[in-house]
T-cell receptor
Framework: DTGVSQDPRHKITKRGQNVTFRCDPI?????LYWYRQTLGQGPEFLTY????????KSRLLSDRFSAERPKGSFSTLEIQRTEQGDSAMYLC???????????FGPGTRLTVL | AQSVTQLDSHVSVSEGTPVLLRCNYS??????LFWYVQHPNKGLQLLLK??????LVKGINGFEAEFKKSETSFHLTKPSAHMSDAAEYFC????????????FGKGTRLSVIA
């Protein structure tokens, strides 16, 4: 399957721990997006990359969150000092370019105990 | 700022009957509008999109939506529901330029009863 993949699919951690998620976009896509989806809500935008450049960050992305896309291919999203409020599904999407359809991965479900 | 309101959090229909999922949008500019579907344990999938061409948009799996500017609506319909249509549906808006993130509604859960 050549779709967007995310790893891990599930992560359970204790409050205060750091976690890192990985997203592998569709290979020729130069745009990569991160969203967060909490229970009963639609996904909310966090940040996006054009190749390796992080072009926009939502106000939802506190300073405990950092995202990278070092070679313009895969991306990582790290959450430091996790809080229970960080429990959510973290979704990654990629698109070929500006205005093109975004293809979503299956998500990483984070549970902070 | 743009936003969408999905008027029903849950819709239940019988198999073979029509589906109507309602969505109203708010946007200061010409919007692009989308419907995405999310099946359990699967990624979001694009059903259809409106980008200022024809106001009646046909999507996959027999779904379609009509853009009505006067009503600021973009309702999703399907003539006959299948069991496999049971899922969460999201109405989504984005400014026409494409250089802005997608803004999702809260979702409508569609149940299909045999």
């Amino acid at each position: 399957d050549t779709g967007v993949s995310q790893d891990p699919r599930h992560k359970i951690t204790k409050r205060g721990q750091n976690v890192t998620f990985r997203c592998d976009p569709i290979s020729e896509h130069n745009r990569l997006y991160w969203y967060r989806q909490t229970l009963g809500q639609g996904p909310e935008f966090l940040t996006y990359f054009q190749n390796e450049a992080q072009l926009e960050k939502s106000r939802l992305l506190s300073d405990r969150f950092s995202a990278e896309r070092p070679k313009g291919s895969f991306s990582t999203l790290e959450i430091q000092r996790t809080e229970q409020g960080d429990s959510a599904m973290y979704l990654c999407a990629s698109s070929l370019d500006l205005g093109h359809e975004q293809f979503f991965g299956p998500g990483t479900r984070l549970t902070v105990l | 700022a743009q936003s969408v309101t999905q008027l029903d959090s849950h819709v239940s229909v019988s198999e073979g009957t029509p589906v109507l999922l309602r969505c109203n949008y708010s946007s200061s500019y010409s919007p692009s509008l989308f419907w995405y579907v999310q099946h359990p344990n699967k990624g979001l999938q694009l059903l259809l999109k409106y980008t200022s061409a024809a106001t009646l948009v046909k999507g996959i799996n027999g779904f379609e939506a009509e853009f009505k500017k006067s009503e600021t609506s973009f309702h999703l319909t399907k003539p006959s529901a299948h069991m496999s249509d049971a899922a969460e549906y999201f109405c989504v808006v984005r400014l026409w330029s494409g250089n802005t993130p997608l803004v999702f509604g809260k979702g409508t859960r569609l149940s299909v009863i045999a």
